[in-house]
């Protein structure tokens, strides 16, 4: 990627160009409506639309108030001259005048105020935009001293994404920390500039697919907010390993492709578990919330591309400028060489170090009080309701929100959110007279204020009940009045022999949308606590690791969820997070949330804990692997982390309450997650469990496969390339190297010892679970629980594919001269030959074919390396045989090898 690098990005910036201007060419418009194939409510409005044209379009009201003191009929000449004006828009289908004895609007109590109604032939959630602004042009040039009109309804409810400042000062404030990491301005803009980058590709080509596609407008803020956020973390990860590797005294150019190989699969995984989260919202089988979900994940995708593309062509565009000064200057003085540092430097005071030691100190206590300052922010989780936003939850002084304050205010709350009651009348003799039965027995029913209107359609063949309830769209009386009217369909369709009885409208379709989202929310915790169990059981090969953080993501999912009933509903901290309105939150934040939180939680839980793991592997110091890992990247995780939190409570400015409900419990939750639970719970839990937190059952262990997501495999790669460049190349090189038993209990090693090629190795073991151990790690047949299996270049376990590929074995009984015949004479310097019997071997040398020796020369001489096992502790004929017949017997070596049977591992070469 530096090596290319301005070719890089010179096609990312033209993949920019090219995006926008398919964007701009196409036109696409975002959708405002909120619909789910199937439920009730989706499919009273699409009958509508087909057999009841006239209400089943996008609606608006006017609210016409005399100002004068005089009763609203004084003004129905000048009501009855704007309605007309509107009724002439382009796309209005019908605007009657609220005075008109068959549509008659409704009045205030005191006739003070009259709302007018108009409909329009496009679908409910689209707007033309030019009709919409002539209507609105209209209604503002009739205001008079005497006369005041006020637009409102569905026309009102825009699709325009509302970026300001907030979100700017987000951004800003993640610079001011970058450069506070990296000591420098110029490292600190590369995140902010390849996150933008990425952003603005997704967000245009979500602009084009709109001309297409129906995609929920919050679709696009969404993904801006989650692109800023992870691009700027996960260039912040790479480009951090990078700076360290720099200062550390690494070339540039193999600095970037460790920094790739570790950080880089770090970022990988860490973008696949965001993605898998958010592409599995399909399985709550909601369109719209499939839509969102896609392209949030479509956004993060290309974030970690940018990451993995953009960002190191930039590192390598820089070069020497990302090193830090005081390295460069070090380096200059000592003829381009990094000097080791002083070993009397006392090291540098960690804050990570004092607070490791802290909470781990007595970890059942800071466990206790996690669990308690938890439990305490998630209480008022009861008391949070879920529901669609309406045109009241818009901001204040708009001219939707001051129209549906004035309606609730002259009319009553119940004005703002009307329930349609539809009916196939089609088998009825008396249309009118079933309306007029089925209107009385709707405003029976409790919580009905009244029946705007009744009537059938042009056909005869539907009837549509207006009714107006008491409460507002969100209110728990209107859910209770849906629920009621849902429940005496069936009686009215067996008393008024009519069928298809139907409760829809903006009302009914959102209190559907909302119970079939909290349906979906228990399946898709399950789906994200057992993939998190499942990703990391693999990647820390542990059983309680796994658990231990899928409960430390529910208690950031549960502190998320109860802050944010804190803001919305009991109304704390509103004037600083410009909240405008406390109630039900929009109706998919939980599930929202819990998806990229998920991600989220497990990027953290990842950088930190891998890195313990590590250093227990390398020490089995269990409480110092804590501190020494936490200590390490605890720094990169707290600037990720507020990072993240800065960007999320940038949106929160925003003012628009679908997405601010997203935007805090997202803060919030990074925040309790990266420092109450994964700089808090984690090293005390773990500290808690010592050994055992890293125990997995060995039947597990062979299930799971190995995900390296750290570039250990890297690491190996290179210390095994610096070994051998000290060394020689070998054949088998072993390092503290211990396997379970084959076919036994137990293990042997730890085994260290290396060969080179050409050798004859004999492997001597009367246990023969020992042995043939030995022989199946030779030919990558099983994977060491610990230390370095090297067969040439290949490591083990990344690389048993390659190691198996070059390795031919012969079993106990086989014919070995004629297997030995096959062996293709291409590349036999990186062959090796398992032979599992050397008693085979001897018997075909002696009876078979008497010039296998001379071919045993021959491939020795050409590099290949044969491993024979002998059931004797102490050499046998067949090796004596073998030994005086050899061209060069220096090439036949021994090994000795047993289980391990102390608690000190034991193995040995002889």
């Known amino acids: 990627m530096a090596r290319l690098r301005w070719k890089i990005v010179g096609a990312w910036l033209a993949l920019f160009v090219l995006v926008g201007g398919l964007a701009l060419g196409l036109g696409g418009t975002f959708s405002t409506d909120i619909e789910i194939p199937g439920t009730q409510g989706q499919e009273g409005i699409d009958a509508l639309a087909n057999r009841f044209p006239e209400m089943g379009g996008t609606s608006g009201q006017v609210v016409f108030v005399a100002e004068d003191g005089t009763p609203i009929e004084e003004h129905q000449d000048e009501i009855d001259a704007l309605m007309g004006d509107i009724g002439d828009v382009e796309h209005v289908s019908v605007a009657p005048s609220p005075f008109d004895e068959l549509s008659p609007g409704t009045r205030s109590e005191d006739d003070s105020a009259v709302i007018a109604q108009f409909q329009m032939d496009f679908p409910t959630g689209t707007y033309p935009a030019e009709s919409v602004e002539e209507i609105t042009a209209l209604v503002e040039a009739s205001n008079s001293a005497e006369l005041e009109a006020h637009l409102g309804g569905q026309v009102l409810q825009s699709a325009e994404i509302p970026f300001g400042a907030g979100e700017i000062i987000g951004v800003i404030v993640a610079l001011i920390i970058l450069t506070i990491v990296f000591r420098s301005l110029l490292p600190a803009l590369i995140p902010i500039v390849t996150a933008i980058v990425g952003v603005g590709v997704s967000m245009l080509a979500l602009v084009a697919l709109s001309a297409g596609i129906d995609i929920p407008s919050v679709t696009t803020a969404l993904g801006a907010m989650l692109g800023l956020a992870v691009g700027i973390d996960y260039a912040l990860f790479i480009l951090s390993r990078h700076r360290d590797q720099l200062a550390h005294g690494d070339d540039v150019h193999e600095s970037i492709g460790k920094s790739l190989a570790t950080s880089g699969s770090a970022v990988i995984f860490a973008g696949m578990t965001v993605i898998v989260a958010l592409v599995g919202l399909f399985i709550t089988g909601i369109p ?7 392209a949030a994940a479509a956004t993060v995708a290309l974030s970690v591309v940018v990451a993995l593309t953009m960002l190191p062509a930039i590192m390598g565009i820089l070069g020497e400028r990302l090193r830090p000064r005081r390295t460069r200057r070090l380096m200059v003085e000592h003829d381009g060489i990094l000097p080791e540092p002083d070993p009397q430097l006392a090291p540098r005071r960690s804050l990570g170090r004092t607070w ?18 938890v439990g305490a922010l998630a209480i008022p989780i009861k008391d949070l309701e879920l529901a669609l936003p309406d045109l009241g939850t818009e901001p204040q002084g708009t001219a939707a929100r001051d129209t549906y304050d004035l309606v609730a205010e002259e009319f009553g709350p119940g004005y703002n959110g009307p329930l349609l009651v539809t009916a196939d009348i089609i088998n009825t003799t008396d249309p009118l007279g079933v309306v007029e039965e089925l209107e009385s027995d709707v405003a029976a029913l409790d919580h009905v204020k009244e029946i705007q209107m009744a009537t059938p359609n042009r056909g005869a063949d539907m009837a549509v009940v207006v009714v107006i309830p008491e409460g507002g769209p969100t209110d728990q009386s209107t859910k209770d009045l849906v629920g009621a009217l849902r429940d005496s369909a069936d009686g009215w369709e067996r008393d008024l022999a009519i069928s298809d009885v139907t409760v829809t409208g903006a009302t ?3 209190i559907d949308v909302t119970d079939k989202l909290s349906d979906a929310l228990l399946p898709f915790a399950l789906f994200v606590v057992g993939l998190s169990l499942l990703l990391l059981a693999m990647v820390f090969r542990s059983v309680w690791v796994p658990l231990k953080a899928s409960v430390g993501y529910l208690f950031s999912v549960a ?12 109304g704390w901290f509103n004037e600083p997070l410009f909240v405008d309105v406390n109630g039900p939150v929009v109706s998919f934040m939980p599930i929202m949330v819990m998806g990229v939180l998920f991600g989220l939680a497990m990027d953290y839980e990842v950088f930190l804990v891998s890195r313990m793991r590590e250093e227990f592997v390398h020490t089995r110091d269990a409480r110092g692997a804590i501190e020494r890992g936490f200590t390490a990247n605890a720094p990169v995780v707290t600037a990720a982390a507020l990072i993240m939190v800065s960007v999320f409570a940038g949106f929160v400015t925003s003012g628009w309450f679908m997405l601010q409900p997203i935007a805090v419990a997202l803060a919030v939750g990074v925040l309790v997650d990266a420092f109450v639970v994964r700089m808090t719970f984690v090293p005390a839990v773990l500290a808690l469990l010592g050994r055992h937190a890293w125990w997995l059952p060995g039947w597990l262990s062979r299930a799971l496969p190995t995900v390296d997501v750290e ?6 790669v290179l210390e095994h390339r610096r070994w051998t460049e000290e060394q020689g190349v070998h054949a088998l090189r072993l390092e503290e190297t211990v396997a379970p038993l084959v076919g036994a209990d137990g293990t042997i090693g730890p085994l260290t010892g290396a060969i080179r090629p050409g050798t004859l190795l004999v492997v001597r073991a009367p246990d023969d679970a020992a042995r043939e151990t030995f022989l199946a790690l030779s030919a990558g047949r099983i994977t060491p629980s610990s230390g370095i299996l090297a067969v040439h270049d290949r490591l083990a376990p990344d690389d048993l594919a390659a190691i198996q590929g070059r390795t031919h074995w012969i079993g106990a009984g086989a014919q070995v001269a004629d297997r030995l015949a096959e062996i293709d004479g291409h590349a036999l310097s990186r062959t090796v030959v398992v032979i599992e019997r050397i008693e085979d071997l001897a018997h075909a040398a002696v009876h078979a074919d008497d010039t296998l020796v001379e071919r045993l020369d021959a491939l020795l001489e050409k590099g290949a390396t044969l491993i ?3 059931r004797a502790a102490t050499p046998v004929d067949a090796e004596r045989h073998l030994h005086g017949r050899l061209r060069d017997p220096r090439r036949l070596l021994a090994l000795s090898v047993q289980r391990s049977t102390a608690p000190t591992l034991e193995g040995a070469f002889a």
């Open 508 to 510: 009914a379709v959102g």
């Open 559 to 570: 502190a998320a969820f109860g802050v944010t009933a804190m803001v919305f509903e009991y």
């Open 288 to 294: 719209f919330l499939t839509v969102m979900g896609v």
């Open 356 to 373: 490791v030691r802290l909470v781990t100190k007595v970890p059942a206590l800071t466990i206790l009080v996690v669990i308690v300052g």
């Open 868 to 870: 024979v096992g002998s």
């Open 711 to 716: 570039g250990e495999g890297l690491a190996g």
